[in-house]
């Protein structure tokens, strides 16, 4: 079944660069995203990738997608206190319409 | 455009109450889901439906049920609340879910208790 893997905490020092991890495990996956979840917010989406991309920047966001690996990162770079926050990522396979797998969150704590 | 809206946005229950949690949508949006998150857990999809007239369930359907006579409203309810049922619920939607990419944009959350 489908499945996705993150560790629920990563602390960094304001101005370092954040790296959030994900690993999922079907090789069906069509697209793959980066949610943002604020204290006591819904879900904010903060970029997504195709299947068929390695790499996607946006901004301070840079998405790395290894599919031979079933691993997906999120850098952030020059982190803020604003980026303290909730990251998920989440799976969408071809098949079906059937919503998004969910992974359980990486909370970002931001030292001054 | 409001976006996805819910209503309530807390509830407190006793076991055994029914209720139903209200979302909406503005955006003429196709696709509509509700997920639960509890803590450690992610979000996890409880029913979802492509468009009006038409639902299906997700991974945990169990104790809800939904219907979707229009496009904009797609309301979840609870017939007989359980104590595993306390949770926050996020109500999203799409254009589409099938294929291409199609941003799901969440509300607000519902925050769930059942004593």
């Known amino acids: 079944g489908e499945d996705v893997e993150q560790s629920l905490f990563l602390s960094v020092r304001e101005g370092d660069s954040s790296v959030i991890n994900c690993t999922y495990t079907?090789?069906?996956?069509?697209?793959l995203y980066w949610y943002k979840q604020e204290p006591g917010a819904g879900l904010q989406l903060l970029t997504y990738?195709?299947?068929?991309?390695d790499m996607k920047q946006d901004q301070r966001l840079t998405v790395l997608l290894n599919k031979k690996d079933k691993h997906l990162s999120l850098r952030i770079a020059d982190t803020q206190t604003g980026d303290s926050a909730i990251y998920f990522c989440?799976?969408?396979?071809?098949?079906?319409?059937?919503?998004?797998?969910f992974g359980k969150g990486t909370h970002l704590i931001i030292q001054p | 455009n409001a976006g996805v809206t819910q209503t309530p946005k807390f509830q407190v229950l006793k076991t055994g109450q029914s209720m139903t949690l209200q979302c909406a949508q503005d955006m003429n949006h196709e696709y509509m889901s509700w997920y639960r998150q509890d803590p450690g857990m992610g979000l996890r999809l409880i029913h979802y439906s492509v468009g009006a007239g038409i639902t299906d369930q997700g991974e945990v359907p169990n104790g809800y049920n939904v219907s979707r006579s229009t496009t904009e409203d797609f309301p979840l309810r609870l017939l007989s609340a359980a104590p595993s049922q306390t949770s926050v619920y996020f109500c999203?939607?799409?254009?589409?879910?099938?294929?291409?990419?199609?941003?799901?944009?969440f509300g607000p959350g519902t925050r769930l208790t059942v004593l």
């Open positions: 989440a799976e969408k396979t071809g098949g079906g319409a059937d919503g998004l797998t």
């Open positions: 079907d090789s069906s996956s069509t697209y």
């Open positions: 990738i195709f299947s068929n991309m």
């Open positions: 999203a939607s799409s254009y589409s879910s099938v294929g291409t990419h199609n941003e799901q944009f």
